[in-house]
C-alpha cells in the first residue's frame, strides 16, 4: 500500500509533462509559487489549489494545503489556478484516470494530465514521500532510476547502487526486476536495497510496521478503494474488511419445523386456522364448540362427537443447508 499526496501528484504529473514547479518549504508545507515559469507575484494574484467536488461536479478552492490532500482515495483530481481567475471556466477533470491535474495560466489556456495506471515510478515516489523518507530519482533517456534513499547516495564507482525487486506471490520470494521502475505496471509489492544486499534478506511486504499483507493469508490486489486481498485457499475476508482474510466458517442451519392446524366442517373446507403447537387447549376447544354450534350440533360435547369434524396437522420441513461463503462470490 501507498500513499498519494497533492504534493506527489503534482510533482509527479508536471515532471511528466516537463513542466518546472517551484514551491518553498515552510512548517506548513509547500508552497507553491510558480508552475510553468509563471510566478505569483504575491500581492495581485497567487497559484490557487482547487479540488474536484463528485458530489456536485464542481471545482471548488481546498480548504487545506497541497500536502494534506489525499489524492489516492479523497481528492483524486486538483486544479492550479490564478487566484485572480474564475474558477468556474476550469475544464472538468480527466475522471477516467486513477488521478489527474489541471492547470490553468493566466491567458486562460489549460493543460490536463493525468495517471492512467500507476507503475513503478509513481507508487515509489508516493510510498517514500508518504513515510517521509528522502529520496532523489533521476530521469533520463531510459527512464527513472534512484540514486539516494534515506540520505544514502549510490557511490560513483558503481560498486554497489539502488536495485528494484519485486515479489515473488508463488515462491514468496523478492525478485530482481528486469525492467526499472518505469516497466513495472500495478506492482503489489516493491522492493529497494543497495545491490550487494542478499534479496533473502529482505522483509516479506507489510501493510504496516506491525500488520502483515492479507493478515499473512493472500495477496493484494488494486490500488485506492478497489484495494481488496486475494486471500488463501480456506480464508475469506474479514466481513466488510477488504484488506484482511480469515479463516472460513461454515454456518449450519437446523431443521425448522411450522405446524398448522385446521378445524374443518362436513365438507372438509377449513373455517379455523391455528399456526404453531403453543396453542391453548380451551382456546382451541371453544373454537370446535362454535363449529359445531353451526353445524346443528351445539349440544353435543366436541371431545365425544365422532364423525363430525376433523382436526388435521399439516407438517412443513425445511431442508437442513450448510452455507460455506467462498471468495468467488463474494467478488
Known amino acids: 500500500m501507498f500513499g498519494l499526496s497533492g504534493w506527489t501528484l503534482t510533482e509527479t504529473l508536471a515532471n511528466q509533462h516537463q513542466i518546472e514547479i517551484n514551491a518553498s518549504m515552510s512548517q506548513y508545507g509547500h508552497y507553491v509559487t510558480g508552475i510553468g515559469g509563471e510566478e505569483a507575484p504575491g500581492d495581485s494574484w497567487y497559484w490557487e489549489l482547487n479540488v474536484w467536488n463528485q458530489s456536485t461536479n464542481l471545482w471548488a478552492a481546498s480548504q487545506v494545503g497541497i500536502d494534506d490532500i489525499d489524492a489516492l482515495r479523497e481528492n483524486q483530481h486538483i486544479a492550479w489556478m490564478p487566484s485572480s481567475l474564475n474558477r468556474s471556466n476550469l475544464s472538468a477533470p480527466l475522471v477516467e484516470g486513477e488521478a489527474s491535474m489541471t492547470i490553468m495560466w493566466n491567458n486562460g489556456t489549460e493543460v490536463q494530465t493525468s495517471i492512467d495506471t500507476f507503475d513503478g515510478y509513481q507508487i515509489t515516489k508516493g510510498a517514500l514521500n508518504d513515510a517521509g523518507v528522502n529520496v532523489t530519482i533521476a530521469d533520463s533517456s531510459y527512464g527513472h532510476y534512484m540514486t539516494s534513499l534515506g540520505d544514502e547516495d549510490a557511490p560513483a564507482d558503481s560498486s554497489w547502487w539502488w536495485s528494484l525487486y519485486e515479489w515473488n506471490s508463488t515462491n514468496a520470494t523478492w525478485d530482481t526486476s528486469p525492467v526499472g521502475m518505469d516497466g513495472i505496471v500495478e506492482p503489489k509489492h516493491l522492493a529497494w536495497a543497495p545491490s550487494i544486499v542478499n534479496a533473502s534478506d529482505i522483509p516479506a511486504p507489510v501493510k504496516n510496521s506491525t500488520e502483515e499483507v492479507c493478515s499473512g493469508h493472500g495477496w493484494e490486489m488494486g490500488t485506492g478503494e478497489g484495494l481488496h486481498c486475494m486471500c488463501d485457499d480456506g480464508y475469506t475476508w474479514d466481513g466488510g474488511d477488504r484488506t484482511s482474510c480469515v479463516e472460513e466458517v461454515s454456518e449450519d442451519f437446523n431443521v425448522g419445523h411450522s405446524t398448522i392446524t385446521y378445524i374443518i366442517?362436513?365438507?372438509?373446507?377449513?373455517?379455523?386456522?391455528?399456526?404453531?403447537?403453543?396453542?391453548?387447549?380451551?382456546?382451541?376447544?371453544?373454537?370446535?364448540?362454535?363449529v359445531l354450534e353451526n353445524d346443528g350440533l351445539g349440544d353435543s360435547d366436541p371431545l365425544e362427537t365422532p364423525g363430525m369434524t376433523f382436526v388435521l396437522s399439516t407438517l412443513a420441513l425445511c431442508l437442513a443447508v450448510v452455507v460455506r461463503p467462498s471468495k468467488e462470490n463474494s467478488e
Open 265 to 290: 366442517n362436513e365438507n372438509r373446507q377449513p373455517l379455523v386456522v391455528w399456526t404453531g403447537d403453543n396453542w391453548k387447549v380451551p382456546d382451541f376447544t371453544a373454537d370446535l364448540r362454535e
